[in-house]
């Protein structure tokens, strides 16, 4: 089970999951996809990497691993503006787990700000604080970005994997630039070919 209370810590992969309140759609048109994503690149890419996500109407699904503690004491030391910026000093611990939390905290909440504006409407867009779970093995990373890319289609928004544009799969078949570390991805699968056919497979008994 995913835990909102769970810290993010350096070095470690994370599912980031949440749902839109209500009835409510998080996503409303083409362009909010891109703004999300944008956002992302924003406010998270510089503390994680992007190994998959799956957005939906009303849901979405992002599989990330933090950098090292080091970048992510280098990043503290640049942006706080209660440190040296040609000194690095070094950051507590807790302190790091609450900066990686707030830089979540602020993507999910400049995106609902600006839904909220574009759709003159007031209130929480999100269902709750956002889910975190950490991904202990390569196994399970690989059955849960598998079920990242099947979602939509399990969901009953796309007939395929690759009809549905607001997911990485395309992005990992194909060679266009992308916020994904593909490479990395792949090596994980062993190799495009491999990629595809494990995707092809029917998940069964997996459990977020």
């Given at each position: ?79 706080d503006i209660r440190f040296h910026p040609n000194k690095i000093v070094e950051i507590p611990a807790e302190q790091i787990i609450l900066f ?63 009809e549905w544009k607001y997911s990485s799969y395309n992005s990992i078949i194909s060679l266009r630039p992308s916020l994904i570390v593909r ?26």
């Amino acid at each position: 089970m995913s835990d909102p209370l769970v810290s993010l810590q350096p070095d470690n992969c994370y599912h980031i999951y949440n749902h839109a309140v209500g009835n409510e759609n998080i996503f409303r048109s083409d362009k909010n996809y891109q703004s999300f994503l944008a956002g992302f690149q924003k406010h998270i890419f510089p503390i994680a990497d992007l190994l998959c996500y799956g957005l939906m109407k009303n849901h979405f699904h992002l599989v990330v691993r933090v950098r090292p503690s080091k970048e992510i004491i280098e990043l503290i030391n640049k942006t706080d503006i209660r440190f040296h910026p040609n000194k690095i000093v070094e950051i507590p611990a807790e302190q790091i787990i609450l900066f990686l939390s707030q830089q979540f905290s602020n993507f999910f909440n400049s995106y609902a700000k600006a839904i909220n504006k574009e759709n003159y409407r007031r209130g929480a867009l999100f269902e709750r604080a956002f889910h975190r779970k950490q991904v202990i093995t390569d196994e399970y990373l690989k059955r849960l970005i598998r079920y990242v890319h099947q979602n939509p289609v399990k969901d009953g928004f796309a007939t395929k994997m690759d009809e549905w544009k607001y997911s990485s799969y395309n992005s990992i078949i194909s060679l266009r630039p992308s916020l994904i570390v593909r490479d990395d991805v792949l090596e994980l699968f062993g190799d495009l070919e491999n990629f595809i056919f494990y995707h092809n497979q029917n998940e069964t008994g997996f459990e977020l």
